[in-house]
């Protein structure tokens, strides 16, 4: 298993502006997950980049990987105070398990 | 969409007792976990389940606790005598080749 640290740890914007988050590994990867958590809820799959892949998109969401730099960024366009959540980065696939960063908090201020 | 799901959604139990969390995968996965995340700290693997056994599990993963996928479709984790620090959001996940699929959790309040 191979470990993902979010930064920064919390992010609080305006509604309507963009939110970025970035992700550093380790190791080499297969893949990485881009996961979502409301308060005290469970764990939203959001996107999923394989390490052959530089940009993905998915509505709102940008996902980029960068693999030279073991990074990845996640930025969320337009923000609305729905996006209000933390979100985790998380490498390797199945039947791997996954291992978590501590998350980025972000909140989005209507 | 298929999803993961789980009950209770919160169990409250006394020191000592056995828990049973419950799960139904999304049914075209072969691949099953439990993970759990204790208030305000990171997500942490528990256990993962492969072709009825238990393929990989962590430190975390002592003999209080137990797996199970009794009857094709729901899978199972047992905690046979409950301690304060087992107090935590317990989430199954399961997978194809590639995405984990989580399910909503579990509240486990052990007073």
């Known amino acids: 298993s191979q470990q993902g640290e979010e930064d920064p740890q919390a992010l609080s914007i305006q509604e309507g502006e963009n939110a970025t988050m970035n992700c550093s590994y380790k190791?080499?990867?297969?893949?990485l997950q881009w996961y979502r958590q409301n308060s005290g809820r469970g764990l939203v799959h959001l996107i999923l980049?394989?390490?052959?892949?530089r940009e993905k998109h998915s509505g709102r969401l940008r996902v980029t990987l960068d693999t030279s730099k073991k990074s990845s960024s996640l930025l969320i366009t337009a923000s609305r105070a729905a996006d209000t959540a933390s979100y985790f980065c998380?490498?390797?696939?199945?039947?791997?398990?996954?291992?978590f960063g501590k998350g980025t908090r972000l909140s989005v201020i209507a | 969409e298929p999803e993961v799901t789980q009950t209770p959604s919160h169990q409250v139990t006394q020191m000592g007792q056995e828990v049973i969390l419950r799960c139904v995968p999304i049914?075209?996965?072969?691949?099953f976990y439990w993970y759990r995340q204790i208030l305000g700290q990171k997500v942490e693997f528990l256990v993962s389940?492969?072709?009825?056994?238990?393929?990989?599990k962590s430190e975390i993963f002592d003999d209080q606790f137990s797996v199970e996928r009794p009857d094709g479709s729901n899978f199972t984790l047992k905690i046979r005598s409950t301690k304060l620090e087992d107090s935590a959001m317990y989430f199954c996940?399961?997978?194809?080749?590639?995405?984990?699929?989580f399910g909503p959790g579990t509240r486990l309040t052990v007073t």
């Open positions: 190791t080499s990867i297969n893949n």
């Open positions: 980049i394989r390490s052959n892949e």
């Open positions: 049914s075209n996965h072969l691949y």
């Open positions: 998380a490498t390797d696939e199945a039947p791997t398990p996954l291992v």
């Open positions: 996940a399961s997978s194809g080749p590639y995405e984990q699929y």
């Open positions: 389940f492969y072709n009825n056994e238990i393929s990989e």
